[in-house]
């Protein structure tokens, strides 16, 4: 009798974008990325499963019409701020992709949420692949989560977990991470982009053949994306992002990617010694150590944190500069909108910032995106160049053209309406956004349409309080 033996392969595979080659390349074509391809061994073996779990799926065509919603396809997690950034609860049968760095708090939520599902009802699978099932019952009884119906598994191998999902039959699987998993049938080492995308693959059949809730926690990368290729970005449902800075307490869970939901959501959190506490005013957490008594160069911002919005304090120092060229720093604000900014200052106003060295920071370590914040990063540096203040009981709202124009922005109204909620008196808009709708009782609206008619409004505020 004659034996065949499996064919045994090599391939270069790129470990940031998944590009694949025959052979070694010192720079990715796809990514560009250098030294990034590492070579991979497979075996090409004929008709090998990816799952022994049967699909029970209606594989007959369906009419829209008649396809009926089960008015419990969606589970609540417990936690507000969870359920509104995936859309109003965990779907059944999706694949959830939770990314952030480490020591942020993935784990810590999704423990806390396996512990409400547990408490509902709902039978839970925590597979850890890098912790012992100890070390996880340390953290649940920080944490105070404890269930009847909470099961805890160490393992790696996508095979026994599996055999442990087809014996035991949950509704709600943890995969805690994904790079720690690996299929023996792969002979690259955990964490390739070949054993993600394959383990990927096998979670994504086990979530959609037998309706179980999926939720996978990734690391990031140093540049801020999920370790492995993208296509993992793609394999997934829903793709959250736990984000903030480690030295403060407030975390952001922020949605990347859908399919059930909008992607405009982010859910604030408060990290404490017993786990994340939601924060249902944000505004108020970010403006907490605020002092009545401002310095030059700062002032207070409405941003959008995807539907929600967020009040934050843009402070900017602006002073000569003892270096050849000006020094330009900044914090949680795009480098080069500062930059637009600064040469629209320059220009459209006459501020001579060339021999100056200018800081700007979003206080807090929030990242604002959102262009409305442009601005009040303008009047903070105007104000610390000119040595003049902002009135502290106004907010600062608009988006800066290169003409020096103030255009309009979206969401005004809940801007300011969040104003008003925090006890501020007045704001400035844009004034194409006027008239508004509705005006909160006793807030005064000021409308500008340039650049220079801010930044006077905004001065003689100051020297009128």
């Not at 997690?77 to 993935?106: A, N, R």
């Not at 810590?108 to 039978?123: D, E, P």
């Not at 964490?191 to 383990?199: I, L």
């Amino acid at each position: 009798m004659v034996y065949k033996m499996a064919k045994v392969k090599s391939k270069w595979i790129c470990q940031t974008c998944g590009y694949e080659t025959s052979g070694y390349l010192g720079k990715c074509p796809d990514c560009s990325s250098w030294g990034t391809l590492v070579e991979e061994t497979y075996s090409k073996s004929p008709a090998r499963e990816l799952s022994s779990i049967a699909d029970s799926r209606n594989s007959s065509p369906q009419l829209l019409k008649d396809i009926s919603l089960d008015e419990s396809i969606r589970y609540t997690t417990g936690m507000l701020e969870f359920d509104t950034v995936l859309g109003g609860g965990l779907v059944m049968g999706s694949l959830v992709l939770i990314g952030g760095d480490p020591g942020i708090g993935k784990s810590t939520i999704t423990l806390q949420s396996c512990g409400n599902l547990a408490k509902n009802g709902l039978k839970t699978l925590y597979v850890s692949a890098e912790e012992s099932a100890k070390q996880i019952k340390l953290r649940a009884e920080r944490l105070n989560v404890n269930s009847e119906n909470l099961y805890i598994f160490a393992e790696n191998n996508i095979e026994e977990i599996q055999k442990t999902l087809t014996e035991l039959k949950p509704e709600i699987l943890i995969i805690d991470s994904i790079q720690a998993v690996y299929n023996p049938a792969i002979t690259s080492s955990p964490g390739s982009v070949s054993q993600v995308r394959e383990c990927c693959g096998i979670l994504m059949h086990i979530a959609k053949s037998m309706g179980i809730t999926v939720l996978v926690i990734g690391h990031v990368t140093k540049d801020g994306a999920i370790a492995g290729p993208k296509v993992l970005e793609h394999m997934v449902d829903t793709v959250l992002y736990f984000e903030g800075d480690r030295y403060k307490s407030y975390r952001l869970l922020r949605t990347i990617k859908n399919r059930f939901g909008s992607t405009n959501d982010v859910g604030v959190f408060n990290m404490e010694e017993n786990g994340l506490v939601e924060v249902s005013n944000p505004s108020e957490l970010f403006l907490s150590e605020r002092s009545n008594a401002i310095a030059p160069g700062s002032v207070v911002i409405a941003s959008s944190e995807g539907s929600r919005p967020i009040l934050v304090e843009i402070q900017a120092l602006v002073g000569p500069t003892s270096y050849p060229s000006p020094r330009r720093v900044t914090t949680g604000i795009e480098y080069n909108r500062v930059l637009q900014i600064l040469a629209v200052l320059e220009k459209r106003v006459g501020l001579n910032l060339s021999k100056q060295d200018v800081y700007v920071n979003a206080v807090g370590g929030i990242d604002i995106q959102e262009p409305a914040a442009d601005l009040g990063i303008a009047l903070a540096v105007a104000t610390c160049a000119r040595n003049v203040t902002v009135d502290p009981e106004t907010v600062i709202i608009g988006e800066i053209g290169l003409s020096g124009e103030i255009r309009s922005v979206s969401n005004l109204e809940s801007k300011i309406n969040e104003a008003y909620k925090l006890g501020f008196k007045k704001v400035l808009v844009p004034k194409s956004n006027l008239p508004l709708k509705t005006i909160p009782h006793n807030l005064e609206i000021i409308g500008v349409s340039r650049l220079l008619e801010a930044i006077t409004s905004s001065i003689s505020v100051a020297s009128n309080k």
